[in-house]
C-alpha cells in the first residue's frame, strides 16, 4: 500500500521538470506555470473537503481505486496535451487523485499494521507519500533529459505503473468495517474534532509553511535554475528539487529518536535555518547555497510533517480519523498553491528573485511562530 501510495503521489510531480518544454512547446509565461501548479492543488483541496470523510464510510479500497482513476485520466490529459486547456484538465485530475490519497492512504497503511508496528506504519505513510513526491522529477527529468518524446514517455510509464498499482489495491484486504445501514455521505469539509483542535493548530501550520517551501522548489526552482544559473538541463532540476524531498525523508526518520513533541518544534526551527539559506543563495545567485538550502528546509520540513501527522492521528477519534487527516492535509495544499501564484505575481513585477526573497520572509515568520507557540504551549512529549 506504501508503494502504490508513492507511485500515485509521484504522478503529481512528473510534470515539475517538463514545464519549460511546454512552455517552449506552447508557450506561456512563468505565471503561467504558478497557476498551472496552483490548479493541482485547487483539485487536492476539493477532493479533501469534499470526500475526506469518504474512506470512513465506503471503505479505504473504493477510495483509493477512485484516486488511481483520477490518475490515470490525468496522465491521458498530459499525453494528449498540445495547449493549456488539457495541462489545466490534467492538473485538476491529478489534484483529485491525491486528495482522495492523502489522507485515505495514510489511514490505511496505519491500519493494516498490527499494533505494535504502528509507529513504522506512521513513518511508511509519510515516506511514501514524501518519497513520491520527489521520485517524479527525478523519473520525468530523466526521460525529458535522455529519452525520445520526453513530453509523452514520462507519462506512458506512469500508466504502467498505475496499472500495477490498482492491481495491487484489488486484492488488498479492507481495513474499514462494513455498516450495515451504511451511513449516508456528506460533504463535512474541515472536520476537526474538538478533543483534536488544540494540537491540530500548530499541526496545521507547520504543515503549511513545510508544504510551502516544497512548493517553492516544485513550481518555481526549474525556472530560477534556468534564468539566473544558467542550469537548463531538466535532469539535474529534477535532481535539485528531489533534494528537498530526500531531506524531507531523513528529516522523517528522525522523529523516532526525537520523539513527536521534540520534532515539531525542531522540525520549525530547521525549516528557518533553511529557509534562511535559501534567502541567500537567490540574493547572491549560489547554486551551492540554494541546494544547501533545499536540504536543510526539506530536513526541518520532514520533522515537522511526521510529527504533525503522528500527532493528529494520534489525538483524532477512530471513527474521524480519516476526515482528521484529510484536514490537515487541506493545510498543507493551502500552503502549496497561495504562495506560489504569489510568487508568480509579484515575479511580473519586482522579477522571480525578488518574489523569492518575499516568500522565504513570510514563511520564516510563520515557522518561526509555530516554535514560539510550542515552548508556550508544548505538546505532551512522546
Same mark, same amino acid.
Given at each position: 500500500?506504501?508503494?502504490?501510495?508513492?507511485?500515485?503521489?509521484?504522478?503529481?510531480?512528473?510534470?515539475?521538470?517538463?514545464?519549460?518544454?511546454?512552455?517552449?512547446?506552447?508557450?506561456?509565461?512563468?505565471?503561467?506555470?504558478?497557476?498551472?501548479?496552483?490548479?493541482?492543488?485547487?483539485?487536492?483541496?476539493?477532493?479533501?473537503?469534499?470526500?475526506?470523510?469518504?474512506?470512513?464510510?465506503? &471503505?479505504?479500497?473504493?477510495?483509493?481505486?477512485?484516486?488511481?482513476?483520477?490518475?490515470?485520466?490525468?496522465? *491521458?490529459?498530459?499525453? =494528449?496535451?498540445?495547449?493549456?486547456?488539457?495541462?489545466?484538465?490534467?492538473?485538476?485530475? @491529478?489534484?483529485? @487523485?491525491?486528495?482522495?490519497? @492523502?489522507?485515505?492512504?495514510?489511514?490505511?497503511?496505519?491500519?493494516?499494521?498490527?499494533?505494535?508496528?504502528?509507529?513504522?506504519?506512521?513513518?511508511?505513510?509519510?515516506?511514501?507519500?514524501?518519497?513520491?513526491?520527489?521520485?517524479?522529477?527525478?523519473?520525468?527529468?530523466?526521460?525529458?533529459?535522455?529519452?525520445?518524446?520526453?513530453?509523452?514517455?514520462?507519462?506512458?510509464?506512469?500508466?504502467?505503473?498505475?496499472?500495477?498499482?490498482?492491481?495491487?489495491?484489488?486484492?488488498?484486504?479492507?481495513?474499514?468495517?462494513?455498516?450495515?445501514?451504511?451511513?449516508?455521505?456528506?460533504?463535512?469539509?474541515?472536520?476537526?474534532?474538538?478533543?483534536?483542535?488544540?494540537?491540530?493548530?500548530?499541526?496545521?501550520?507547520?504543515?503549511?509553511?513545510?508544504?510551502?517551501?516544497?512548493?517553492?522548489?516544485?513550481?518555481?526552482?526549474?525556472?530560477?535554475?534556468?534564468?539566473?544559473?544558467?542550469?537548463?538541463?531538466?535532469?539535474?532540476?529534477?535532481?535539485?528539487?528531489? #533534494?528537498?524531498?530526500?531531506?524531507?525523508?531523513?528529516?522523517?526518520?528522525?522523529?523516532?529518536?526525537?520523539?513527536? =513533541?521534540? #520534532?515539531?518544534?525542531?522540525?520549525?526551527?530547521?525549516?528557518? =535555518?533553511?529557509?534562511?539559506?535559501?534567502?541567500?543563495?537567490?540574493?547572491?545567485?549560489?547554486?551551492?547555497?540554494? *541546494?544547501?538550502?533545499?536540504?536543510?528546509?526539506?530536513?526541518?520540513?520532514?520533522?515537522?510533517?511526521?510529527?504533525?501527522?503522528?500527532?493528529? #492521528?494520534?489525538?483524532?477519534?477512530?471513527?474521524?480519523?480519516?476526515?482528521?487527516?484529510?484536514?490537515?492535509?487541506?493545510?498543507?495544499? *493551502?500552503?502549496?498553491?497561495?504562495?506560489?501564484?504569489?510568487?508568480?505575481?509579484?515575479?511580473? &513585477?519586482?522579477?522571480?528573485?525578488?518574489?523569492?526573497?518575499?516568500?522565504?520572509?513570510?514563511?520564516?515568520?510563520?515557522? =518561526?511562530? *509555530?516554535?514560539?507557540?510550542?515552548?508556550?504551549?508544548?505538546?505532551?512529549?512522546?
Amino acid at each position: 500500500m506504501a508503494l502504490v501510495f508513492a507511485v500515485v503521489m509521484a504522478g503529481t510531480t512528473l510534470p515539475t521538470p517538463l514545464y519549460d518544454l511546454y512552455r517552449k512547446d506552447i508557450g506561456f509565461s512563468e505565471f503561467v506555470v504558478t497557476v498551472v501548479f496552483a490548479v493541482y492543488a485547487c483539485g487536492v483541496i476539493a477532493a479533501l473537503l469534499i470526500a475526506g470523510s469518504f474512506s470512513d464510510v465506503l &471503505g479505504r479500497r473504493p477510495v483509493l481505486m477512485a484516486g488511481i482513476g483520477f490518475s490515470m485520466l490525468s496522465a *491521458v490529459c498530459f499525453l =494528449a496535451a498540445h495547449g493549456l486547456p488539457l495541462l489545466f484538465v490534467g492538473r485538476v485530475f @491529478s489534484g483529485f @487523485s491525491a486528495g482522495l490519497f @492523502s489522507g485515505a492512504a495514510t489511514a490505511a497503511i496505519m491500519e493494516l499494521a498490527a499494533p505494535e508496528q504502528r509507529g513504522r506504519a506512521g513513518l511508511a505513510a509519510t515516506v511514501a507519500n514524501m518519497g513520491g513526491l520527489g521520485c517524479g522529477p527525478v523519473l520525468a527529468g530523466l526521460l525529458g533529459e535522455y529519452a525520445p518524446h520526453p513530453l509523452r514517455l514520462t507519462f506512458v510509464v506512469h500508466l504502467g505503473l498505475l496499472a500495477l498499482s490498482f492491481a495491487a489495491v484489488w486484492i488488498a484486504p479492507e481495513t474499514v468495517a462494513r455498516q450495515d445501514p451504511r451511513p449516508p455521505l456528506r460533504v463535512q469539509g474541515m472536520v476537526v474534532p474538538v478533543q483534536a483542535r488544540a494540537a491540530f493548530r500548530p499541526a496545521a501550520v507547520a504543515v503549511f509553511a513545510g508544504f510551502s517551501v516544497l512548493g517553492l522548489f516544485t513550481a518555481v526552482t526549474p525556472a530560477f535554475l534556468a534564468k539566473y544559473l544558467g542550469v537548463d538541463n531538466i535532469a539535474a532540476s529534477g535532481a535539485v528539487v528531489m #533534494s528537498a524531498f530526500l531531506a524531507s525523508l531523513a528529516g522523517q526518520s528522525l522523529m523516532g529518536l526525537l520523539g513527536v =513533541a521534540r #520534532s515539531l518544534f525542531l522540525g520549525c526551527v530547521v525549516l528557518v =535555518a533553511g529557509l534562511v539559506l535559501i534567502g541567500v543563495s537567490l540574493l547572491d545567485e549560489n547554486l551551492g547555497l540554494l *541546494v544547501g538550502g533545499a536540504m536543510v528546509s526539506g530536513l526541518g520540513q520532514g520533522l515537522s510533517f511526521r510529527s504533525s501527522v503522528a500527532t493528529v #492521528s494520534r489525538v483524532a477519534p477512530e471513527e474521524q480519523r480519516g476526515a482528521t487527516l484529510s484536514a490537515l492535509f487541506v493545510a498543507g495544499y *493551502v500552503g502549496l498553491s497561495i504562495p506560489v501564484v504569489g510568487i508568480g505575481a509579484v515575479a511580473l &513585477g519586482p522579477g522571480l528573485r525578488s518574489a523569492g526573497v518575499l516568500f522565504v520572509a513570510c514563511v520564516i515568520v510563520l515557522a =518561526a511562530a *509555530v516554535s514560539v507557540y510550542l515552548v508556550r504551549r508544548p505538546l505532551p512529549v512522546t
